[in-house]
């Protein structure tokens, strides 16, 4: 089945560590993107990739970075920089062109900072 | 700048009551609009979109929602809801132009449903 997997599903760190969100897709989308979620405020975008080798930065992509290498594969870097890392961090593609904005998620990442 | 608010940031229900979930966007330009629905420690799923046409759009587990351009609001509602629809539910807008690199999410609304 097509889909969008994230992992791990569950992420503990501690503060001053960096760490990578993976996420893959094999639905031959060419946009993807990282929303961070926090409880109460909806899902905020943090990065978004249109095509391979190309990114931009969204709301939020203060003390994150990422990189799009090939069109299955945009992993997530939670960096030091990052105030409040702990959150619930989503994937999600869309197709292009024809982007409606309708967008299909993985399930998702919990990171917390001990 | 486009917004979302959803105005109710819970809603208790009893089982196999009607219940509305009210969403209203602020926009300068023509929209695509989207409920999603996210289960505990799942990511979102699409119940419904609209793109264009019929403002009347139904979606998957029975929910439907309707397209009111003149007081900008796409309210989802179930007619009678099951106890496994006790879930998050979110409303987003993309802008035409744009498209979807710029969706904007509303708060969510907690759906609560009682036995």
């Known amino acids: 089945d097509g889909g969008i997997t994230q992992s791990p599903k569950y992420l503990f760190r501690k503060e001053g560590q960096n760490v990578t969100l993976s996420c893959e897709q094999n639905?031959?989308?060419?946009?993807m993107y990282w929303y961070r979620q926090d409880p109460g405020q909806g899902l905020r975008l943090i990065y978004y990739s249109q095509i391979v080798n190309d990114f931009q930065k969204g709301d939020i992509a203060e003390g994150y970075s990422v990189s799009r290498e090939k069109k299955e594969s945009f992993p997530l870097t939670v960096t030091s920089a990052q105030k409040n890392p702990t959150a619930f961090y989503l994937c999600?593609?869309?197709?292009?062109?024809?982007?409606?904005?309708?967008?299909?998620f993985g399930e998702g990442s919990r990171l917390t900072v001990l | 700048a486009q917004s979302v608010t959803q105005l109710d940031s819970q809603v208790p229900v009893f089982e196999e009551a009607p219940v509305e979930l009210r969403c209203n966007y602020s926009s300068s330009v023509s929209v695509y609009l989207f409920w999603y629905v996210q289960y505990p420690n799942q990511g979102l799923q699409l119940l419904l979109k609209?793109?264009?046409?019929?403002?009347l759009v139904k979606g998957i587990n029975g929910f439907e929602a309707e397209f009111n351009k003149s007081q900008t609001s796409f309210h989802l509602r179930k007619p009678s809801v099951h106890i496994s629809d006790t879930a998050e539910y979110f409303c987003?807008?993309?802008?035409?132009?744009?498209?979807?690199?710029?969706?904007?999410f509303g708060a969510g609304t907690r759906l609560f449903v009682k036995a």
């Open positions: 639905l031959n989308h060419d946009a």
């Open positions: 987003a807008v993309s802008d035409v132009h744009t498209g979807g690199f710029k969706t904007i």
């Open positions: 609209y793109l264009s046409g019929s403002t």
């Open positions: 999600a593609s869309s197709i292009v062109p024809a982007n409606t904005g309708e967008l299909f």
